[in-house]
Nanobody, 122 residues
Framework: VQLQASGGGLVQAGGSLRLSCAPS?????MGWWRQAPGKEREWVAT????????GYLDSVKGRFFISRDNAKNAVLLQMNSLKPEDTAIYYC???????????????????WGQGTEVTVSS
């Protein structure tokens, strides 16, 4: 399974961006991770197969929203009120097929997208 991520770019603080990720096949739970320069990769948000269960990193709660676009078989991450500390490479990730519970461990996600850069200027 391949994950095709798109979106990202340069935005001023307070602005918004939307990321999209489309898998080439069936997967389990999906989510977005990010890695800032000099820091470890961290999970940002995950969503269940039916979209009914979501999880968010505390620092993005109320600002980022993850959802599914079933018509396009894509997972979206709407990022609002962006802050300079949100600057990072964002990665789409997915668990194996039928594994649908949340995990914040990178090792539990076997499919990864190519990464898309998000830069928030102050």
């Amino acid at each position: 399974v391949q994950l095709q991520a798109s979106g990202g770019g340069l935005v001023q603080a307070g602005g918004s961006l939307r990321l999209s990720c489309a898998p080439s096949g069936r997967t389990g739970r999906m989510g977005w991770w990010r890695q800032a320069p000099g820091k470890e990769r961290e999970w940002v948000a995950t969503i269940s197969l039916d979209g009914g269960s979501t999880g968010y990193l505390d620092s993005v709660k109320g600002r980022f929203f993850i959802s599914r676009d079933n018509a396009k078989n894509a997972v979206l991450l709407q990022m609002n009120s962006l802050k300079p500390e949100d600057t990072a490479i964002y990665y789409c990730a997915a668990r194996r097929r039928n594994l649908d519970y949340h995990s914040g461990n990178t090792g539990d996600y076997v499919y990864w997208g190519q990464g898309t850069e998000v830069t928030v200027s102050s």
